[in-house]
């Protein structure tokens, strides 16, 4: 049975695209539910944090499916008006394991099927750092670009703060910071 998620702090593009792979999924018998969308710089940091200490604890104690990214560098992060552009959505009434794993599988090739960026897939597939429950929007495709441009600018003075700049200004526009959980 498919249930309402809360969607309120995700970004309209996303939460729409998120209701449309819950309508698709349904189709095919499988059902979902929201792990994690926004996350405060507080919660990132522990969620590395412990990532980096033992993957095996992050798991056991926070969920934590696949490496973090760093602190400010990751798409759950409210920078789109105060909304997330990512969000985990992890399959659920299956028991764990290859029933599971294939229908987190199907799900994700039906995000990407609407538009959307599937963790598991923006790293090699099978990579052990592949984060299959992980989705995002992508932000060349209908963002606008005034929120684009000031995600790339923060991104660019958190890099700046982390050392993974030099003071002097790139010479043309960085990746999009974030990716990864």
Known sequence: MTRPLDLADLHPDLAEKVRELQARAATEGIYF???S??????K????????????KDARTKYGVVAKPAPMGLT???PY???KAAAVDLAVTGIAAGAARDAAQRLLGLMAEDIGLVWG???D???DPDGDPVHFELKLVDGMPIDTAREYIRLGERLDRIAGYLTSTPPTSTPPLPGGGA
Do not use: D
Request: aromatic content about 16%; cysteine-free.
């Open 33 to 35: 539910v929201k792990t």
């Open 124 to 126: 090699p597939p099978g």
């Open 44 to 55: 990132q940091a522990t969620l590395y944090t412990a990532y980096q200490r033992s993957p």
């Open 80 to 82: 789109f008006g105060g």
């Open 37 to 42: 969308g926004a996350r405060g710089f507080a």
């Open 120 to 122: 598991w897939r923006a």
């Open 75 to 77: 798409r759950h992060h």
